[in-house]
């Protein structure tokens, strides 16, 4: 991996950028807007992103990839984090995960899930929680999390029967 390669914080300023990794990344998470990012990442128990070159105080760096996870008794009314909710209160809900085009298969991935799972201890969850589309199939993504060791609990027919997801969770080491 790029020696600088490292995880920041993300901020209102980054939002432009997650709306295009967003939409690039469609249908393996849904579309939205401005407003709703950033309402996402200010909602958000973590939200990270990894960037690549540059140095902290350059401007130089790439975001190349991002993620949100909610924490339980978010105002949130997705289908999916709902149904973590109702399952219990210990866990860290990974609303999405984007690695732009270009810099998937170098280690981003897990290097963001290391931020989520650190996170997910330091506020003592039991497990990560995750969905991942099996209709329409996202098989790419599926192999990605179980290779991470997420195993399915459930799964769900969401957006009015279009989309069919598998629930996965992990438990936090």
Known sequence: MD????VRPLTEADVP????????????????????MSALVGAAALAAGVVRGGHPD??????A??????????????????WFSARGDRFLYVDRIVVGEGH??????????DAVFAEAQARGAAEVDCEVN????????????????????????????????????????
């Open 3 to 6: 020696p600088d390669t490292r």
């Open 17 to 36: 950028r997650l709306l295009e990794l967003n939409h690039a990344a469609v249908p393996a998470v849904n579309d939205i807007g401005a407003e709703e």
């Open 58 to 63: 350059a401007r130089a760096e790439e975001l």
């Open 65 to 82: 990839g991002f993620v949100l996870a909610l924490a339980p008794g978010a105002d949130y009314a997705s289908e999916n984090y709902r």
């Open 104 to 113: 998937r298969g170098k280690g981003l991935g897990p290097l963001l899930y």
């Open 134 to 173: 099996v209709e329409p199939p996202n098989p790419g993504s599926l192999a990605f999390h179980a290779r991470l060791g997420f195993e399915e609990v459930g799964r769900q027919s969401t957006k009015g029967g279009s989309v069919v997801v598998a629930l996965l969770a992990r438990p936090t080491p």
